[in-house]
């Protein structure tokens, strides 16, 4: 590709996956356009770095206001940027609360997906189209691990949303020839994890007892198991996946489960804590219904792109509590 080729669109660039996706593909010498929706904060913590960095913003990376409930500036930005490379990331991505708004999480993870997949199927040019898909549309999954082929039987209504938007964006590559890729993503994780997320919630808490700011970790189900990665390697699978010749739909995960519990245990270690002293349970933080045990089986991207995950389980924890004491007092 020809670096003046090289134009990326990220809805929801402001996100964990997106801050990381913009560095990585700054980086790699695109220029990267971000749709940020308005807000009474202007402070958009984990791209606030590249906005201030002078030599990057309006130089290597642009911000457009748009929402994804707004098909007519959606269908602008696009038309003007002219994408090569179109990373739709957005939506609200938390499961539990998807229980809580269901109608909103459906539209935004839902219908947004289709309105740009029908922004992307009128460009005049061939634009690769990225979808954010995830683990939850296997919910209460009929084989372990999962596969590409696996059934979708999703447990909330964000995994519905997000079992359509995948179905659509199958339907948009064989009917449309668009070119376009489901990232079936597992769990990932980094210190830019949203603080309601079970892993950013237990390393903030262990962090801050350990420092006498808090004095207990209320939780929900610690017996449930996922198979947590690292953000950053998970942007750069999204990268490979739209520098195949052919649009396809890969599974990224560790192919290792974990439990709720075995990550307090291994963050509480890092502090030196007994966890038990601390963790309380509240079950209005259990959902209604929810998979048990997701693992991926990522041996189609492993060998299709040569993706790999780098780092542990252990290290994953590790990084996440030692950003969040090093925040409470940079001197650690
Ligand atoms: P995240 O941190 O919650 O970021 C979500 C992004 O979407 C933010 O930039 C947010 O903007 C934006 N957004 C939300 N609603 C919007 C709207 N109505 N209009 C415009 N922008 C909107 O999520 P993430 O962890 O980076 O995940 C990225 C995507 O991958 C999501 O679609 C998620 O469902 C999916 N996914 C994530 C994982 C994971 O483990 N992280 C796994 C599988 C799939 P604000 O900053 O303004 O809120
Ligand atoms: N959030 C949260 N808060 N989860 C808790 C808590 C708590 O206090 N206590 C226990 N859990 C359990 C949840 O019930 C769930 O089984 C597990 O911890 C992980 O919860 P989250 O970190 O909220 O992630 P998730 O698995 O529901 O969803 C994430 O991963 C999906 C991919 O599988 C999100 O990033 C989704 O957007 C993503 O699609």
């Known amino acids: 590709m020809k670096d003046s080729d090289k134009i990326a669109l990220i809805t929801g660039i402001t996100g964990q996956d997106g801050s990381y996706l913009c560095e990585l593909l700054l980086a790699k010498g695109y220029k990267v ?8 904060n202007m402070l958009r913590s984990r791209i606030e770095h590249l906005r201030r960095n002078e030599e990057i913003y ?36 938390h499961v539990g609360l998807s229980f809580e708004i269901p109608e909103s999480t459906c539209e935004e993870a839902g219908m947004a997906t289709l309105r740009l997949l029908e922004v992307a199927r009128s460009q005049p040019q061939p634009v690769k189209f990225y979808h954010a898909s995830s683990s939850e549309i296997f919910g209460n999954a009929s084989e372990i691990p999962q596969t590409e082929n696996t059934p979708l039987r999703p447990t909330s209504p964000y995994g ?5 938007a995948t179905q659509l964006a199958r339907v948009y590559r064989e009917s449309h020839g668009l ?14 994890r949203g603080e309601n997320f079970v892993t950013r919630k237990i390393a903030r808490a ?6 006498n700011l808090d ?20 942007v750069q699978a999204m990268w490979l996946m739209l520098q195949h010749e052919t649009a396809d739909d890969y599974v990224v995960a560790t ?30 933080f259990d959902r209604p219904t929810e998979p048990a045990r997701l693992v991926g089986c990522a041996d189609k991207i492993r060998e299709t792109l ?18 969040e004491l090093a925040a409470i007092d940079p001197r650690f």
């Open 179 to 192: 070119y376009v890729c489901n990232g079936i993503l597992y769990n990932h994780e980094s210190p830019r």
């Open 33 to 40: 356009h971000g749709v940020v929706r308005r807000t009474s």
């Open 160 to 164: 519905c949303a997000k079992a359509f």
């Open 255 to 284: 192919g290792e489960t974990h439990s709720v519990r075995e990550f307090v245990d291994a963050a509480f270690a890092v502090v030196d804590l007994p966890w038990e002293k601390y963790v309380k349970h509240d079950p209005s």
């Open 58 to 93: 309006d130089q290597q990376l642009f911000l457009h206001y748009g929402d994804l409930s707004d098909s007519t500036t959606l269908r602008r930005i696009v038309g003007d940027v002219r994408p090569m490379e179109l990373y739709h990331l957005a939506g609200q991505s």
């Open 215 to 234: 004095n207990e970790l209320v939780l929900g189900n610690l017996e449930s198991q996922r198979d947590w990665g690292r953000a950053q390697d998970y």
């Open 306 to 323: 040569s993706w790999k995950p780098a780092g542990s389980f252990r290290q994953l924890v590790h990084e996440m509590v030692e950003a």
């Open 206 to 211: 262990a962090a801050r007892i350990a420092r």
